[in-house]
T-cell receptor, first 115, second 111 residues
Framework: GAGVSQTPSNKVTEKGKYVELRCDPI?????LYWYRQSLGQGPEFLIY????????DSGLPNDRFFAVRPEGSVSTLKIQRTERGDSAVYLC?????????????FGPGTRLTVT | GIQVEQSPPDLILQEGANSTLRCNFS?????LQWFHQNPWGQLINLFY???GTKQNGRLSATTVATERYSLLYISSSQTTDSGVYFC?????????????FGSGTQLTVLP
């Protein structure tokens, strides 16, 4: 009965570098979401996958951000040319994928620090 | 987009006291979840409550969807209840599935 897992738990990188953040959803969950939480704020939506495809990427802030989910399970969020403003906690959530209003289950997050 | 407002923004309690946190939202929703973010940053599911009332131990929640608000009650608070409480909703209309979060209530329970 594992929950959503995310790796790494912490990532420190230098400005301009490339980073990948990984999310393992709950087994059997076809819907997967990425959110970003800046200090002192609530999480904000980035992208939603249904199966392998990105059904809604309207929350991605710019083209430096990209996410994939090639086999419909694990997802990777990729950030190119990182900037100090990208520092935040990146949260992944998953749900069954059967209805639009079902409960979402969140992982522990990856804290990204760009120096 | 939908607006989610939580009040109060900050709350300091003595251990053993009761509290009520409020979440107002500006549009019809069909998903509402309450979370507790502990001091280590982990977002813990408390309730999935798009309508009605639920209880889990010392915590209970009520959502009145027709009046666009939800309340989270914490009774006999403990120091481990400290952290940020978030309300998050999903708008009923349209195809978007993401949750929109409020800005949270920072709760501090003093021993």
């Amino acid at each position: 009965g594992a929950g959503v897992s995310q790796t790494p738990s912490n990532k420190v990188t230098e400005k301009g570098k490339y980073v990948e953040l990984r999310c393992d959803p709950i087994s059997g969950h076809t819907a997967l979401y990425w959110y970003r939480q800046s200090l002192g704020q609530g999480p904000e939506f980035l992208i939603y996958f249904q199966g392998t495809g990105a059904a809604d990427d309207s929350g991605l802030p710019n083209d430096r951000f990209f996410a994939v989910r090639p086999e419909g399970s694990v997802s990777t969020l990729k950030i190119q040319r990182t900037e100090r403003g990208d520092s935040a906690v990146y949260l992944c959530a998953s749900s069954l994928g059967q209805t639009s209003y079902e409960r979402q289950y969140f992982g522990p997050g990856t804290r990204l620090t760009v120096t | 987009g939908i607006q989610v407002e939580q009040s109060p923004p900050d709350l300091i309690l003595q251990e053993g006291a009761n509290s009520t946190l409020r979440c107002n939202f500006s549009d019809s929703v069909n998903n509402l979840q309450w979370f507790h973010q502990n001091p280590w940053g982990q977002l813990i599911n408390l309730f999935y409550i798009p309508s009605g009332t639920k209880q889990n131990g010392r915590l209970s929640a009520t959502t009145v969807a027709t009046e666009r608000y939800s309340l989270l009650y914490i009774s006999s608070s403990q120091t481990t209840d400290s952290g940020v409480y978030f309300c998050a909703v999903r708008i009923s209309s349209g195809s978007a599935r993401q949750l929109t979060f409020g800005s949270g209530t920072q709760l501090t329970v003093l021993p």
